[in-house]
């Protein structure tokens, strides 16, 4: 069955630091992945996502995250954090044949210190 | 603008009260999904819709129903609330086809008492 997995609970980084958010996927075929960030108070927002193709995927707000087949995993990274970036991330992943639904994993909470 | 809108923002409910959660989309999507998001557990997908009157179970559809009557509008019926449903939970929709971008409503805070 699928699953995603975010190891990181919580990640604390720096004003203006790198960011690398990870994310592993357990997928049969290729998986369509996605990104999506949710602000306190608010939904979520999609950020980028991974069908085929090119395997660095550019999204909003600067963001951009690799597909690597052969360690499962789709890691988000921002070269630069910008205090308005400390929200909710998620990774997921597409769960059904018909193209409907997504799993999502737990979430990692991003922290940005001034 | 694209718009998902729920219909309260916070809602407080007694043990053993019918409780309905309505979702409206104005972008003519074909699918709707209602999520259960809580702390350390992320999003789950309870029940989705990919047309009128079509309903799919997710992944804890145990204690709901849902109702989409018109394509615009996907209900999440709580028969008979309990404690355990305490929770944010979260309406999205999407185009038809293969994975395409769920957009988000802002969530409803329901608690049971």
Known sequence: ?114 | DVKVTQSSRYLVKRTGEKVFLECVQDMDHENMFWYRQDPGLGLRLIYFSYDVKMKEKGDIPEGYSVSREKKERFSLILESASTNQTSMYLCASSRGGNYNEQFFGPGTRLTVL
Not at chain 1, 6 to 15: C, F, N, R
Not at chain 1, 33 to 38: E, S
Not at chain 1, 43 to 60: A, E, N, P, R, W
């Open chain 1, 1 to 114: 069955a699928q699953s995603v997995t975010q190891p990181d609970i919580h990640i604390t980084v720096s004003e203006g630091a790198s960011l690398e958010l990870r994310c592993n996927y357990s997928y049969g075929a290729t998986p369509y992945l996605f990104w999506y960030v949710q602000s306190p108070g608010q939904g979520l927002q999609l950020l980028l996502k991974y069908f085929s193709g090119d395997t660095l995927v550019q999204g909003i707000k600067g963001f951009e995250a690799e597909f690597k087949r052969s360690q499962s995993s789709f890691n988000l990274r921002k070269p630069s954090v910008h205090w308005s970036d400390a929200a909710e991330y998620f990774c997921a992943v597409g769960a059904n044949q018909a193209g409907t639904a997504l799993i999502f994993g737990k979430g990692t909470t991003l922290s940005v210190s001034s």
